[in-house]
């Protein structure tokens, strides 16, 4: 029977793709359209009992990391293997040289979130050569065909909730428009900046061209917007510029994309220095701080994405390999990594708001209480 983390239900989807883990041609790609499962139960490697499972996670930039380690430690640990879980936080030269000790160690499957997905290459294609599976986790790995499965919430569908909560929430809190925004994109080198800012501009640029929505500073391209290292102080060192060169006197900053919580509240923060009044602003990651300030009424939203739910549907993955069975899939085509379309399994993303949060938070037992007022 398969050992689950607890108070968990492990995620299904009825009909889903299935793609063989212990295939003997680990390098074929899924076949787009496919609707039908393809079994590794008599085909290949079955992982054993005990077996040493690599999770390289990135730098603690957020709290759903460092409890993401905690539940992989655990429900890896509960399921019976040998979990060897580390983050690289002195950067990508670090997590490279994790994974290859992962490998060294005869990790029989290595969980990747990548700090830069595109410089794992080497590393992971010793570690498929070496029989490990390779799943990425959170984040595409790529230019590389070393990755079996990438495990993820709907990163682009997280951009089409942002954008469309950053028109909300301008109708709700200013009125008729037009209105001015400023777009705030996170790191090049983390695979899902990308799918986050075009799945918001898909929403936002069709307001932009009528005039709906006008951003002041004139920096509209991902190029313009993006936060390296996902770090709060260079979102609010670029905040403090915007401001102080294009908001003087009267302008109104109306409305902010955010694409996660740590980079509004350094947006929040740069606002609020400027003596502006609080603008619409998104976010990402459902943070303490930020739940507590979209109570408030400060932030307008964020994204919930249940980090125990994307850990348990990693480690259901694994445990599927544990029984020479299949890695589930429900997606083919979205995720081209430059080399190779990677078989993905998406989760779906949840908007909040004050208005929903604590439907949505009823089952959290950290932002339950918050949302509540019974912490």
């Given at each position: 029977m398969r050992k689950t983390l607890p108070g968990l239900i492990a995620l299904a989807a009825a009909g889903s793709l299935a793609l063989s883990a212990c295939a003997s041609d680990r390098g074929d790609t899924?076949?787009?359209?496919?609707?039908?499962?393809?079994?590794?139960?008599?085909?290949?490697?079955?992982?054993?009992?005990?077996s040493v499972i690599g999770v390289a996670l990135p730098q603690k930039t957020s709290e759903n990391w460092v409890l993401a380690e905690q539940l992989f430690n655990d429900g890896l640990t509960e399921a019976g293997f040998d979990p060897i879980v580390q983050f690289g936080n002195s950067g990508v030269t670090e997590q490279q040289n994790q994974i290859d000790s992962m490998v060294e160690q005869g990790a029989k499957v290595i969980v990747v979130g990548a700090i830069d997905g595109s410089q794992l290459g080497t590393q992971l294609e010793s570690a498929k050569d070496s029989g490990a599976t390779v799943i990425a986790y959170d984040r595409l790995v790529k230019n590389t065909e070393?990755?079996?499965?990438?495990?993820?919430?709907?990163?682009y569908q997280v951009g089409v909730l942002q954008g469309t909560a950053l028109l909300d929430g301008l109708k709700e809190r200013k009125g008729d428009g037009p209105y001015n925004i400023e777009l705030i994109a996170g790191s090049s080198d983390d695979a899902n900046s990308t799918p986050f800012?075009?799945?918001?501009?898909?929403?936002?640029?069709?307001?932009?061209?009528?005039?709906?929505?006008?951003?002041?500073?004139?920096?509209?391209?991902?190029?313009?917007?993006?936060?390296?290292?996902?770090?709060?102080?260079?979102a609010q060192k670029r905040m403090?510029?915007?401001?102080?060169?294009?908001?003087?006197?009267?302008?109104?900053?109306?409305?902010?994309?955010?694409?996660?919580?740590?980079?509004?509240?350094?947006?929040?923060?740069?606002?609020?220095q400027a003596g502006k009044?609080?603008?619409?602003?998104?976010?990402?990651?459902?943070?303490?701080?930020?739940?507590?300030?979209?109570?408030a009424g400060v932030q307008y939203s964020t994204i919930y994405k249940d980090t125990r739910e994307l850990v348990q549907q990693t480690i259901d993955s694994i445990v599927d390999l544990q029984n020479c069975g299949d890695i589930p899939i429900n997606d083919t085509t979205q995720y081209d990594n430059g080399v190779k379309v990677v078989?993905?399994?998406?989760?779906t993303p949840v908007i909040v708001?004050?208005?929903?949060?604590?439907?949505?938070?009823?089952?959290?037992?950290?932002?339950g209480p918050i949302v509540a007022g019974t912490e």
């Amino acid at each position: 029977m398969r050992k689950t983390l607890p108070g968990l239900i492990a995620l299904a989807a009825a009909g889903s793709l299935a793609l063989s883990a212990c295939a003997s041609d680990r390098g074929d790609t899924a076949a787009e359209g496919s609707t039908g499962s393809s079994s590794g139960s008599d085909s290949g490697i079955c992982i054993p009992d005990g077996s040493v499972i690599g999770v390289a996670l990135p730098q603690k930039t957020s709290e759903n990391w460092v409890l993401a380690e905690q539940l992989f430690n655990d429900g890896l640990t509960e399921a019976g293997f040998d979990p060897i879980v580390q983050f690289g936080n002195s950067g990508v030269t670090e997590q490279q040289n994790q994974i290859d000790s992962m490998v060294e160690q005869g990790a029989k499957v290595i969980v990747v979130g990548a700090i830069d997905g595109s410089q794992l290459g080497t590393q992971l294609e010793s570690a498929k050569d070496s029989g490990a599976t390779v799943i990425a986790y959170d984040r595409l790995v790529k230019n590389t065909e070393a990755v079996d499965a990438y495990i993820a919430f709907d990163n682009y569908q997280v951009g089409v909730l942002q954008g469309t909560a950053l028109l909300d929430g301008l109708k709700e809190r200013k009125g008729d428009g037009p209105y001015n925004i400023e777009l705030i994109a996170g790191s090049s080198d983390d695979a899902n900046s990308t799918p986050f800012f075009e799945g918001a501009m898909s929403v936002l640029q069709p307001k932009i061209d009528d005039g709906t929505l006008t951003v002041v500073s004139g920096q509209t391209t991902f190029e313009q917007a993006a936060t390296q290292g996902w770090k709060a102080e260079n979102a609010q060192k670029r905040m403090d510029t915007i401001l102080s060169g294009y908001y003087s006197g009267d302008v109104a900053l109306d409305g902010i994309l955010s694409p996660n919580d740590t980079l509004a509240r350094a947006a929040l923060t740069a606002v609020e220095q400027a003596g502006k009044d609080v603008p619409v602003i998104t976010g990402q990651d459902s943070e303490v701080e930020s739940v507590k300030s979209i109570m408030a009424g400060v932030q307008y939203s964020t994204i919930y994405k249940d980090t125990r739910e994307l850990v348990q549907q990693t480690i259901d993955s694994i445990v599927d390999l544990q029984n020479c069975g299949d890695i589930p899939i429900n997606d083919t085509t979205q995720y081209d990594n430059g080399v190779k379309v990677v078989p993905a399994y998406l989760l779906t993303p949840v908007i909040v708001t004050k208005a929903n949060a604590a439907e949505v938070y009823a089952n959290d037992p950290t932002l339950g209480p918050i949302v509540a007022g019974t912490e």
